[in-house]
């Protein structure tokens, strides 16, 4: 079965981290990346990631702050999340593509369910 099952999300105070981390199963997925969600917003990009890891793109809200990796021999993906702000609350959902790495949402052809990311102030 072809999925992407994430986890890590929960409740932090502003200035705390968290790793979210995103288990790949059924296939290989070469371009795979995060996006989030708040309420009443679309769904806007975080970061993106290669087959090697050796490229990275990331949204300019989240540079900095943000850093994703991938693990192949274990099939996993992360993101780690420092600095958390307020804004940065949101479902986060991880995506898999056949391409590269990508911005884009319609370039990812498997999602996950999403796990919630509250940041308080």
């Known amino acids: 079965q072809v999925q992407l099952v994430e986890s890590g999300g929960g409740l932090v105070q502003a200035g705390g981290s968290l790793r979210l981390s995103c288990a790949a199963s059924g296939r290989t997925f070469y371009g795979m990346g995060w996006f989030r969600q708040a309420p009443g917003k679309e769904r806007e990009f975080v970061a993106t990631?290669?087959?090697?890891?050796?490229?990275?793109y990331y949204a300019d809200s989240v540079k900095g702050r943000f850093t994703i990796s991938r693990d192949n021999v274990k099939n996993m993906m992360y993101l780690q999340m420092n600095s958390l702000k307020p804004e940065d609350t949101a479902v986060y959902y991880c995506a898999g593509g056949r391409l590269g790495p990508s911005m884009r949402s319609d370039e990812y052809d498997t999602w996950g369910q999403g796990t919630q990311v509250t940041v308080s102030s």
């Open positions: 990631i290669n087959w090697g890891g050796g490229i990275t």
